[in-house]
């Protein structure tokens, strides 16, 4: 599985971004898919989760009423449309599909795969 993660720039402080991750694989909708976020000299943190079919979210509660989080399996695709961003919110962002049961998927140990990560900064 190859997971290709795009989207990222700067942007001020109360913009949008779209985050998109492209996934190679033909046993997609078998994949929880997630996006994570880590910043300069802290630890990678879960961000927010769609399960297999779509029909379940989860998010961190940083990012709750400003993210969104979608997926389309007929295009192995995921997306992350982040509004009203502020400098907190400045990271590379990776997307990530695991396997692992719902509850354990807000843990980057529980990711089989990962993207490469995309850089998003906010200004303020």
């Known amino acids: 599985v190859q997971l290709q993660a795009s989207g990222g720039g700067l942007v001020q402080s109360g913009g949008s971004l779209r985050l998109s991750c492209a996934a190679s694989v033909r046993t997609y909708n078998r994949y929880n898919m997630g996006w994570f976020r880590q910043a300069t000299g802290k630890e990678r943190e879960f961000v927010a989760i769609?399960?297999?079919?779509?029909?379940?979210?989860y998010y961190t509660d940083s990012v709750k009423g400003r993210f969104t989080i979608s997926r389309d399996n007929t295009k192995n695709m995921v997306y992350l449309q982040m509004n009203n961003l502020a400098p907190e919110d400045t990271a590379v962002y990776y997307c990530?599909?695991?396997?692992?049961?719902?509850?354990?998927?807000?843990?980057?140990?529980?990711?089989?795969?990962w993207g490469q990560g995309t850089l998003v900064t906010v200004s303020s």
């Open positions: 769609m399960s297999r079919n779509g029909g379940s979210t």
């Open positions: 990530g599909a695991t396997q692992k049961v719902w509850s354990a998927t807000s843990y980057a140990e529980s990711y089989d795969y």
